[in-house]
């Protein structure tokens, strides 16, 4: 089945700076690509997707990128605040099973 | 719009005891997604459902685990004699169900087996 890696698994930045989540997959397949913010004790929520007729996509302060050479996809948030301090998770959905498969997560903690 | 309801949101256990989770899917939702997340970890996905039928149920341990979704609407969870190592948040998700669809996620349950 799809294997996502994601990296780091920590990431502290300074408030005002961006901040990157970097995942890869395995099967070339695979054609749909979210993104989830996890706060603590809350479920994950969607904040921004790509499929794979896009190589961009940006919304607001969110920019995520897409190669499908190289299988791997990215996640930046620019000029980051102190509320984009969570978790995120980055997944892939199989073109072929319809199953979301996620990373295991990236803790990001904003300073100010 | 309701959002996707879980319960209970949390459960406390000793080994060996069972424990059912209940789902109830946005209405109009025929996929169903059961994931569990273990503490700081991604959620893994361990089975879904189109409709009332089994799509993909190998990452189900069963042995111990079993889930049901008989009229198509919500869904059971049950772990049959829970182990320690069964201690994690257990999630619920829904989607339209055509391919590449955004899930959504309910509050999950918080599962601690002592």
């Known amino acids: 089945g799809e294997q996502v890696e994601q990296l780091p698994s920590i990431l502290r930045v300074q408030e005002g700076s961006s901040a990157s989540i970097n995942c890869s997959y395995e099967d070339s397949a695979s054609n749909y690509f979210p993104w989830y913010k996890q706060e603590p004790g809350e479920n994950p929520k969607l904040i921004i997707d790509?499929?794979?007729?896009?190589e961009r996509k940006q919304i607001q302060e969110l920019i995520v990128l897409l190669d499908k050479k190289a299988k791997r996809f990215s996640l930046h948030i620019t000029d980051t605040q102190p509320g984009d301090s969570a978790m995120y998770f980055c997944a892939a959905t199989g073109a072929n099973t319809g199953k979301l498969t996620f990373g295991h997560g990236t803790i990001l903690r904003v300073h100010p | 719009e309701a959002g996707v309801t879980q319960s209970p949101r949390y459960a406390v256990l000793q080994e060996g005891q069972a424990v059912s989770f209940w789902c109830d899917p946005i209405s109009g939702h025929d996929t169903l997604y059961w994931y569990q997340q273990p503490r700081d970890q991604g959620p893994q996905l361990l089975v879904y459902f189109r409709d009332e039928a089994v799509i993909d149920n190998s990452q189900l341990p069963s042995d111990r685990f079993s889930a049901v979704r008989p009229k198509g609407t919500n869904s059971t969870l049950k772990i049959q004699s829970a182990k320690q190592g069964d201690t994690a948040t257990y999630l619920c998700?829904?989607?339209?169900?055509?391919?590449?669809?955004?899930?959504?996620f309910g509050h999950g349950t918080k599962l601690s087996v002592l």
């Open positions: 998700a829904s989607s339209t169900g055509t391919a590449n669809e955004r899930l959504f």
């Open positions: 790509i499929r794979s007729n896009m």
